[in-house]
């Protein structure tokens, strides 16, 4: 058979155009991807929290610590407790040491007196990953290994991060960081090792006045859908466009 | 083991990354870190070098730009050499950097990385093959004049250069004509490709919603032009080094007052000349683009602009109006517009240029993460100057000096194979 270079060339450009188109309309999913695709799709997780209830014991993030395995004394943490307190004058003074972990037992802040009188108001927010309904996170993430459930919950893949940080600078509330032991892409996952097997996350568990609850958007009959709906809640830093899902009540303008 | 027994154990591999480096002010949410560092202020900063370089070749061989004839074939072998090196801060800075190439197997479409990896290898593949065609017949010339030499080195040449020719041996005046228009062809699609690898690494940044300093639609364009700027600055002052090094070479073995000598002077000269106002149309590009950034966020003033503001004309005022755009900006224009140009001269003000697209890189990247997301602190990077772990060593000093060395190495060798420096 006489083949000319020049049919050689042509036909096996063809035959790998031919191969590549067809694998070319499968879409690449990473192996947790694949896994996070078939799941219960009759439940979105969202949270509530009210801060009018929180007193800044700490008592969430210990949880947390302790049930995550974030190591304790390192100042990373999956969830966090901010202080406010606003002062006559406009100025606000802002604090989280340690996420707020040893609850707040003390008036200074920074080591700075504050003087009681001057105070206008004061309270606590609790922060944790809000879950977002379009979270940037996961768009960045280029290998895929931060995914979202069909229930909602944004996840990271151990086995597959390779530890870019892209998805720590997307995320616009700042609740991402590298776990300092696995050393890949590190959040709150609402304890969805807990949730997925009907138990609460640890740090609603553990708060002692429901200042933080967890529910099924999808279930009208769930209490916490039932706040959502029926009044006023807001969320956090809307302007992004991230579609967060832990609603707040009693937010205040001056929260970060 | 468990978390818990590697924390008892106090291994120092237990780091929060970004630690050590960062030191906070005021409010910032808890795990917030001055996470990308110094190795990827060198990412866009040695992209931007390939980019240049490569931008400058086409400059000769796409529009015909006769005066640039002596710096293509030398800023493109030049580019090859630094090919590589754009790879490798990010490789450097992943924590997990033994998983880089998942990005290849599951690339993640959404992401601005994901692609690199393809972008990346297409302009590879792009500068690969015009440097064989330009090379060709120089590979085939090698080929007969080592044909039956003795000697290894001779030897292992000979082969080396049998594999590179491919088997296209002819060198008919057709076959040349056929090489030349190949390289225009490859030329003319490598300028949006080498510009789109790096307006991409712009678009990393300007697509970050969340960081008030990185996002802009003029960011890519931004980087372009500063990349342009940078890759021709570096690959006149290599030219220029290289040349001194030959003039004295020369002094030294016929004496000063050699004809060769002035050959070479001359022509340095000349080169110079021509190529400096190619850098200068694209300096002012860089500058009109940047300025126009910052007077815009200042006149929306959106919400972040407060904390910009402090930022930009407080904490980093020497480093944005100090250094970049006085030093790196405004000084080197001065010095290659001003009239009777000295070859001492450029070379002082093509530091200065190469200095500044560093600083610019530097307040983008660092810049970038000199403020909380909440607006209401601080934090400052503290860069690692002698490291004490793998992490300080990688993300710090010695790890970008690597970085910054590593295309000399390579050019050194690769020069070997397809020398770039004629001076006829
Ligand atoms: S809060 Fe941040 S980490 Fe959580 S889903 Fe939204 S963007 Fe992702
Ligand atoms: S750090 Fe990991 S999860 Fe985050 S973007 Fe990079 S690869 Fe994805």
């Given at each position: 058979m006489s083949c000319s270079r020049r049919d050689l060339l042509k036909n096996t450009f063809k035959a790998t155009l031919a191969s590549a188109l067809p694998l070319s309309a499968f879409k690449m999913l990473s192996?947790?991807?694949?896994?996070?695709?078939?799941?219960?799709?009759?439940?979105?997780?969202?949270?509530?929290?009210?801060?009018?209830?929180?007193?800044?014991?700490?008592?969430?993030v210990k949880a947390c610590k302790n049930e995550n395995?974030?190591?304790?004394?390192?100042?990373?943490?999956?969830?966090?407790?901010?202080?406010?307190?606003?002062?006559?004058?406009?100025?606000?003074?802002?604090?989280?040491?340690?996420?707020?972990?040893?609850?707040?037992?003390?008036?200074?802040?920074?080591?700075?007196?504050?003087?009681?009188?001057?105070?206008?108001?004061?309270?606590?927010?609790?922060?944790?990953?809000?879950?977002?309904?379009?979270?940037?996170?996961?768009?960045?993430?280029?290998?895929?290994?931060?995914?979202?459930?069909?229930?909602?919950?944004?996840?990271?893949?151990?086995?597959w991060c390779i530890g870019c940080g892209y998805?720590?600078?997307?995320?616009?509330?700042?609740?991402?960081?590298?776990?300092?032991?696995?050393?890949?892409?590190?959040?709150?996952?609402?304890?969805?090792?807990?949730?997925?097997?009907?138990?609460?996350?640890?740090?609603?568990?553990?708060?002692?006045?429901?200042?933080?609850?967890?529910?099924?958007?999808?279930?009208?009959?769930?209490?916490?859908?039932?706040?959502?709906?029926?009044?006023r809640v807001a969320v956090l830093k809307d302007e992004y466009g991230t579609k967060p899902q832990v609603y707040y009540i009693g937010l205040d303008t001056n929260v970060r | 083991m468990s978390v818990e027994a590697i924390v008892a154990q106090g291994a120092e591999h237990l780091g929060v990354h970004g630690l050590e480096w960062t030191s906070k002010e005021l409010f910032t949410y808890p795990n917030e870190f001055i996470y990308w560092s110094i190795q990827i202020v060198m990412y866009p900063y040695m992209t931007g070098l390939v980019a240049g370089a490569f931008v400058l070749s086409s400059l000769y061989h796409v529009f015909?730009?006769?005066d640039l004839k002596n710096m293509a074939r030398f800023s493109l072998v030049f580019s090859l050499a630094l090919l590589p090196v754009a790879m490798m801060p990010l490789q450097?800075?992943?924590?997990?950097?033994?998983?880089?190439?998942?990005?290849?197997?599951?690339?993640?479409?959404?992401?601005?990385?994901?692609?690199?990896?393809?972008?990346?290898?297409?302009?590879?593949?792009?500068?690969l093959s015009e440097i064989w065609f330009v090379y060709r017949q120089y590979f085939v010339e090698q080929v007969i004049a080592?044909?039956?030499?003795?000697?290894?080195?001779?030897?292992?040449?000979?082969?080396?250069?049998?594999?590179?020719?491919?088997?296209?041996?002819?060198?008919?005046?057709?076959?040349?004509?056929?090489?030349?228009?190949?390289?225009?062809?490859?030329?003319?699609?490598?300028i949006p490709v080498a510009c789109f690898l790096h307006g991409y690494a712009g678009f990393i940044f300007g697509s970050v919603k969340a960081n008030a300093l990185w996002m802009s639609p003029l960011m890519p364009v931004i980087f372009i032009m500063s990349a342009i700027v940078?890759?021709?600055?570096?690959?006149?002052?290599?030219?220029?080094?290289?040349?001194?090094?030959k003039k004295w070479g020369?002094?030294?073995?016929?004496?000063?007052?050699?004809?060769?000598?002035?050959?070479?002077?001359?022509?340095?000269?000349?080169?110079?000349?021509k190529t400096s106002r190619y850098l200068l149309g694209f300096l002012i590009a860089a500058i009109t683009l940047e300025l126009l950034d910052l007077i815009f966020r200042g006149y929306t003033a959106m919400k972040s602009w407060d904390i910009l503001r402090s930022v930009m004309y407080g904490k980093d005022f020497m480093n944005i109006f100090v250094l970049q755009y006085t030093l790196g900006n405004l000084v080197p224009f001065i010095l290659l517009l001003m009239p009777r140009l000295t070859i001492k001269r450029v070379f002082v003000a093509l530091v200065l240029v190469l200095f500044g697209v560093f600083m610019m890189r530097w307040n983008v990247v660092i810049g970038g993460q000199a403020f909380s997301l909440s607006f209401a602190g601080y934090m400052h990077y503290h860069m690692p100057i002698i490291p004490h772990s793998l992490e300080t060593f990688k993300e710090g000093l010695f790890g970008a000096l690597t970085v910054a060395a590593t295309p000399f190495v390579l050019f050194w060798i690769i020069n070997k194979v397809t020398p770039s420096f004629e001076y006829k």
């Open positions: 192996p947790a991807q694949v896994k996070a695709s078939v799941g219960d799709s009759n439940v979105r997780w969202v949270f509530l929290v009210d801060t009018h209830k929180c007193v800044g014991c700490g008592l969430c395995e974030i190591p304790y004394d390192l100042p990373i943490t999956r969830t966090w407790v901010e202080r406010y307190v606003l002062m006559k004058n406009g100025q606000s003074h802002i604090e989280s040491p340690s996420g707020g972990r040893d609850g707040y037992t003390d008036t200074k802040i920074r080591g700075n007196d504050i003087p009681a009188d001057q105070i206008t108001k004061g309270f606590f927010v609790p922060k944790l990953c809000n879950q977002c309904k379009k979270p940037a996170c996961v768009q960045v993430c280029p290998v895929g290994a931060t995914y979202q459930t069909r229930d909602g919950v944004v996840l990271v893949d151990r086995t998805c720590i600078m997307a995320c616009p509330y700042g609740m991402r960081f590298f776990h300092p032991v696995h050393k890949v892409a590190e959040k709150c996952t609402f304890c969805y090792h807990r949730i997925t097997k009907g138990m609460k996350t640890a740090c609603v568990q553990n708060c002692p006045f429901e200042a933080r609850q967890i529910g099924n958007l999808k279930d009208p009959n769930d209490p916490v859908t039932k706040i959502i709906m029926n009044e | 015909g730009q006769q450097l800075h992943l924590q997990q950097p033994f998983r880089g190439m998942n990005v290849m197997f599951t690339p993640h479409f959404t992401s601005a990385i994901a692609a690199f990896g393809i972008v990346f290898s297409t302009y590879a593949v792009i500068v080592l044909k039956g030499r003795e000697g290894i080195k001779d030897r292992f040449m000979y082969y080396l250069y049998i594999v590179l020719t491919l088997g296209a041996f002819d060198t008919s005046d057709k076959a040349i004509a056929k090489d030349k228009k190949a390289v225009k062809i490859l030329a003319a699609i490598g940078s890759g021709i600055a570096l690959c006149m002052l290599t030219y220029i080094i290289i040349m001194e090094w020369t002094i030294i073995a016929k004496g000063k007052g050699d004809k060769s000598v002035h050959v070479i002077a001359g022509a340095e000269l000349d080169v110079i000349t």
